[in-house]
């Protein structure tokens, strides 16, 4: 399945380089400027996302998730402006490409190609809350860059200079911020687990094999676990320690050095759930030989 989805995302991609072509003939009647800047935004796009799809890793999942909507803009703009069915069809493929890069499947095979050796890596799932947070900013940052070159094109220089410098403020700040969303991995090892998510977590959580108990699927809430899923809902996977250990928590106003608790049994929230329990249950394959048996 995630072979299937991935191939699919790869095809839509490279498909949206038609993207610009098709909105082309709407967009005959724009000015010389107008018409230049978007197809350069189409473009450029594309080329992002096609090379975040030939060179994968978590990198290039922040990458190709903040750019690959933006397509959908620039032809919602061609379509609503000045529609054909061919800048109907632009828009289409966007929306398609959109849809299956921020699938889960497609984030667990981008992070997991930047993985080292024997790591497994289970992309953790987004929060509502934070997913929310970043879409809201994603449309900021887009609308304070469509805001600059729509002033810039009717030379509004006061304009065009408070919303770009906006622009570049945001084009700073959100990029850094979306990667550490790419970068909130349930990790198995062959020494064990560990929980790396600096959104939740100030410092990395290790367990070592021996130490684990169980882990198993539980419920959100139905068990007194440290929450370590960032505020998700719903089901999780519950692990439990023979012993106590301590986690660090993330700094907040209360905490700004971050707060360390100790815990017995914890939540996550991988983005696959069922696989990751599959894969974190399923004992190693014997290499034992008959033979020697």
Known sequence: MVDTISWAMR???????????????AMTGWSGVARVVTNVAIWAAWAVALL??????????????????????????VVVLDGDSASGVALVLAIVATLLVFSADVGESFVQVSAYGDERRHLLRCPATMASIQILAWIAWVSSIVTTTSFGIGQNRIGATLSGVVAIVLSWLLPRRFHRYSRRWL????????????VVLAETAMFLARDIRSVEAATIGSSDAADLTGGCRGPALRVTLDDFETVV???????????????????????RLGRALAELTTPPPSTTSPASS
């Open 187 to 198: 990790v198995q090892v062959p020494a064990g687990l560990v929980v790396h998510d600096h």
């Open 11 to 25: 095809a839509a991609v490279f498909a949206g380089g038609a993207i610009a072509p098709l909105c082309a003939d």
């Open 249 to 271: 928590l993330s700094a907040t106003r209360a905490d700004p050095g971050g707060r360390a608790v100790h815990v017995r049994s914890m939540m996550v929230c991988p983005s």
């Open 52 to 77: 975040c799809v030939l060179v994968p890793s978590s990198v290039s999942l922040t990458a190709i998730r903040l750019v690959c909507p933006t397509s959908i803009v620039s032809s919602g703009i």
